[in-house]
């Protein structure tokens, strides 16, 4: 959804994290569509230039409501990682990388079924399964290697910090 980030950044966030519901419910009503629609219009990216230009709105109402709340999206979003990652660390669960390892196989095998000449089906419920696939697999890289969001606001400041003497 890297397309979401570019033009709806708070709303990117939003569903990268604890709050996507709110994130959902506010580019369904922009677009006037059912909120499980929007879901699968959101991870495929197929809409059209009216409905994306009502996903710039729907952001910056999801901005306001973000300020009106007291919240920082971004903020939440790293605390939810955060809790993930201590708990994997407190309980040493063999769960979390069994299930980046069946999603990783699963979307290499996607990808090599159809790079092998598979012709995979053309139904809407093949395609929102395979970005729902997709989608899992970007969040199982993202709770291994964090995000790049995040790397860039470490590396701004680091960039912005004055060195000890």
Known sequence: MSWLQ?????IATALGGPLAGLAVSAVSKAIGVPEDEAKAMLETGKMTSEQIAQIKLAELELKKQEQSLGLDFERLSVDDRKSAREMQAATQSVWPGVLSAITTASVIGVIGARM????LPDDSTTVQLIGSLTTGWGMCLAYWFGTTRGSQSKNELLFKSMPKD
């Open 6 to 10: 570019q033009i709806a950044p708070t």
């Open 116 to 119: 092998s000449g598979y012709a």
